[in-house]
């Protein structure tokens, strides 16, 4: 095994072990402040991406990342529940009846864009819309985090190893892949950048300490 093999697997172990702790932290933070963690659209896009590449559309070769695929649709199952939960408690009294509607809408529309994308694109489809939900997610968080005033269901661990994640996953992109996935993954690392120094700054107004959340004294 040469020298770049074994950097190139170290990267990707860092993506794996990184998404798969936000995953965890997300799941954390929507049970425990009782706020879905992820934005719904892009956690319903996540899902059905990971569901279609772990079940539906496999690759060949490619083991060992289908069945991380598998335990990461399961935690946004997780996830999902916690939106089933709780989401509804963001919308407007006279609004909620439409959120069972707003669900099943959001569903099709995700799992129909990615199949379709699948169908048109072939083995394209993966990488490109993989990175096209990043750069989505990235930008939901931001919103997420400038409409509420607190840090209900975010963290600074999620900001960090999300970015983590991602930059590892652009690092590969910048050995092999299209200037558009490049772009892509550039505006990721961007946006989550300014996420991280957005929820710093929300953890400086509330007072609280970066890694235990605890008052500061």
């Known amino acids: ?19 798969t702790i936000v995953y965890l932290l997300i ?3 929507s049970f ?11 956690l319903a896009f996540n899902m059905f991406w990971e569901f279609l590449y772990s079940f539906v559309f496999l690759n060949q070769g490619q083991e ?6 598998r335990v990461w649709f399961f935690f946004d199952v997780v996830i999902f529940t916690s939106f089933i939960l709780y989401g509804a408690r963001a919308w407007q009294e006279t609004n909620r009846r439409f959120f ?6 959001t569903l099709i529309s995700a799992f129909s864009f990615l199949y379709l994308m699948q169908l048109d694109f072939g083995e394209k489809a993966i990488t490109y819309s993989a990175f096209l939900i ?20 975010q963290s600074f661990g999620i900001a960090f190893l999300k970015m983590t994640g991602t930059l590892a996953a652009t690092i590969v992109l910048f050995q092999r892949y299209s200037y558009f ?3 892509l993954g550039v505006l990721c690392f961007v946006l989550d950048m ?3 120094v957005m929820i710093v700054d929300r953890y400086k107004k509330l007072n609280l300490h970066l890694i235990t959340r605890r008052l500061k004294n």
């Open 64 to 69: 060992i990342q289908i069945w991380v695929n």
């Open 100 to 105: 069972i509607p707003f669900v099943l809408f």
């Open 27 to 29: 799941i954390y933070r």
């Open 134 to 153: 990043n750069v989505f997610m990235s930008a939901s968080f931001i919103d997420l985090l400038l409409k509420q005033q607190d840090l209900r269901g």
């Open 181 to 183: 996935l490049q772009l």
């Open 194 to 196: 300014i996420y991280i």
């Open 32 to 42: 425990k402040d009782k706020m879905c963690g992820m934005p719904a659209i892009v």
């Open 1 to 19: 095994m040469d020298k770049s093999t074994v950097i190139t697997l170290l990267i990707l172990a860092t993506l794996g072990i990184s998404w």
